[in-house]
């Protein structure tokens, strides 16, 4: 049982490229989530899915997009990196009936 | 919007001084949740309070939730260094499945 993970762990990207940040959960969870998290803002929620087909913009949702390919995965897109992007980006799921959300290990991802 | 925030920021200590964080909602919440994060690592949850007035205890951590259920703390009692890292409260949104985190509060602690 490994939970939530996440690949890469770390990645740079220059200016204009894009890249898939990919999240897969073994815990049979509905609900999944994108944060980013930068120093001093906490952990801000870019995208949600609470359930497999769903999808919902967060608090951070500009130059992101998301796909819930089944009810375990679920992938973070960048179209066009900016240097704004460079962050730690986490991704969650949660149980039905319970509000406990469980990370992955993360991954950072610089943008010059 | 839903608001929750943490207080202090920062926090540094000598090792066996006591710590405490403070969350403060800006709506009534359902429950409450702890999580840590180690540096470098992510948040892993450390405990749930649901009661009004709720104390539990974990070792040398103790979790309060207010009688309004607006806010919360967190103590540790003679810290160590293995406390070190980021403390974060969070409650759950207006929209269900949402949780809203405080911004956290980073401790050191000196040997």
């Known amino acids: 049982n490994a939970g939530v993970t996440q690949t890469p762990k770390f990645q740079v990207l220059k200016t204009g490229q894009s890249m898939t940040l990919q999240c897969a959960q073994d815990m049979n969870h509905n609900s999944m989530y994108w944060y980013r998290q930068d120093p001093g803002m906490g952990l801000r929620l870019i995208y949600y899915?609470?359930?497999?087909?769903?999808?919902d913009k967060g608090e951070v949702p500009n130059g992101y997009n998301v796909s819930r390919l089944n009810k375990r995965e679920f992938s973070l897109r960048l179209e066009s990196a900016a240097p704004s992007q460079t962050s730690v980006y986490f991704c969650?799921?949660?149980?039905?009936?319970?509000?406990?959300?469980?990370f992955g290990p993360g991954t950072r991802l610089t943008v010059l | 919007g839903q608001q929750v925030m943490q207080i202090p920021q920062y926090q540094h200590v000598q090792e066996g001084e006591d710590f405490t964080t403070y969350c403060n909602s800006s709506t009534t919440l359902s429950n409450i949740q702890w999580y840590k994060q180690r540096p470098g690592g992510h948040p892993v949850f450390l405990i749930q309070l649901v009661k009004s007035g709720e104390v539990k205890k974990q070792k040398r951590l103790t979790f309060q939730f207010g009688e309004a259920k607006k806010n919360s703390s967190l103590h540790i009692t003679a810290t160590q260094t293995t406390d070190v890292g980021t403390y974060f409260c969070a409650g759950p949104g207006s929209n269900t499945g949402k949780l809203i985190f405080g911004q956290g509060t980073t401790l050191q602690v000196k040997p």
């Open positions: 969650a799921s949660r149980g039905k009936g319970y509000d406990t959300q469980y």
């Open positions: 899915s609470a359930s497999e087909g769903t999808t």
